[in-house]
């Protein structure tokens, strides 16, 4: 199995640009989350999908964070308008179950300038 | 929700030397401990988990150890090697606030394995 597969791996943008970031779980997993990465917060989760579905968004910092997951094999979040605090590392991870034993992505790295 | 304190933030070692990582929780109901580590330019990777019912794990060099009374739970890797060196996570999955279950991470320990 490939794992998880996040692109775009860096991503540099301007402020008030729109970022979408792109993740590919592994098959056959039916969890989704998604988690963000600073020397500062350490990883906190935005995001946890099951089947498809949004169940916990509690951790997504606010309304210009929004993610999506059309179907078992695709997932997107996106940030609009961007600003230099989002700069960060962003990972996706996929499990089988309830939150256990995540398998993680490479990451993307988000600057915005 | 859960909050997880992890010490030390840096360690270094000698090669073949033991290091070991401590990590505390607060939620009592918290009931699945793994441990994750990070290489540079990698996404954390499973490297060995606890459950609440169980106080010590092996895997070869390294193991994990859970007190539940004091809450606190750690990592040991003996006869170290310098491709241990890495960013090393614990986390404990705890009820979130809002509406299920999550791993919160610790901040991590950055392990140096000097050869």
């Known amino acids: 199995d490939a794992g998880v597969i996040q692109s775009p791996r860096h991503e540099v943008t301007e402020m008030g640009q729109e970022v979408t970031l792109r993740c590919k779980p592994i098959?056959?997993?039916?969890?989704l989350f998604w988690y963000r990465q600073t020397m500062m917060r350490g990883l906190e989760l935005l995001i946890y999908f099951n089947n498809n579905v949004p169940i916990d968004d509690s951790g997504m910092p606010e309304d210009r964070f929004s993610a999506k997951m059309p179907n078992a094999s695709f997932s997107t979040l996106k940030i609009q308008p961007s600003e230099p605090r989002d700069s960060a590392v962003y990972f996706c991870a996929s499990s089988q179950g309830y939150s256990e034993k995540l398998f993680f992505g490479s990451g993307t790295q988000l600057s915005v300038l | 929700g859960e909050n997880v304190e992890q010490h030390p933030s840096t360690l270094s070692v000698q090669e073949g030397d033991s290091a070991v990582i401590k990590c505390t929780y607060s939620?009592?109901?918290?009931?699945?401990f793994p441990w994750y580590k990070q290489e540079l330019g990698k996404g954390p990777q499973l490297i060995i988990d606890?459950?609440?019912?169980?106080g010590e794990k092996k895997d070869q060099r390294i193991a994990v150890t859970l007190n539940k009374t004091a809450k606190h739970f750690s990592l040991h890797i003996t006869e170290t090697q310098p491709e241990d060196s890495a960013v090393y996570f614990c986390a404990a999955r705890g009820y979130s606030g809002a509406g299920s279950y999550q791993l919160t991470f610790g901040k991590g320990t950055k392990l140096s394995v000097i050869p």
């Open positions: 098959s056959g997993h039916n969890s």
């Open positions: 939620d009592s109901a918290s009931n699945y």
């Open positions: 606890i459950r609440s019912n169980v």
